[in-house]
């Protein structure tokens, strides 16, 4: 049997629950029903255990523990972000897509001639 803290909505500690609700929540205490899914290479995840309380959300079903959410957070400001698109590579374009292309701007070409 494990015990958890229980919290208000004002994040007092109100009281404990009793069971196996899995991890703790390192920071609080507190049931840990997410885990951090910052990435550290690999195709891993930090997986620090966090509850609601803890968790920092930085897009929908992306939630980071506070270290990382900060290291995020300075990362976006520094311009990571931006950075890290203009690196972005454009997708090469298939045949298909090269004739497709080939073909409308051949029509253009001809119909601007008329
Ligand atoms: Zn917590
Ligand atoms: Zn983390």
Redesign the pocket.
């Known amino acids: 049997m494990t015990i958890y803290n229980l919290f208000d909505e004002r994040g007092r500690v109100v009281g404990n629950i009793r069971g196996d609700l899995g991890p703790h929540c390192p920071d609080c205490m507190g049931v840990a029903d997410y885990l951090?899914d910052?990435p550290v290479g690999d195709d891993l995840t930090?997986d620090?255990p966090m509850c609601e309380r803890c968790l920092k959300c930085v897009a929908p079903n992306i939630h980071?523990?506070a270290?990382?959410a900060k290291q995020w957070e300075n990362f976006r400001r520094n311009g990571g972000v931006a950075q890290q698109l203009k690196n972005v590579v454009p997708f090469p374009a298939t045949p298909f897509f090269f004739f497709l292309r080939q073909g409308i701007e051949g029509r253009a070409y001809v119909s601007t001639r008329h």
């Open positions: 951090c910052y930090c620090r980071y523990c270290s990382h």
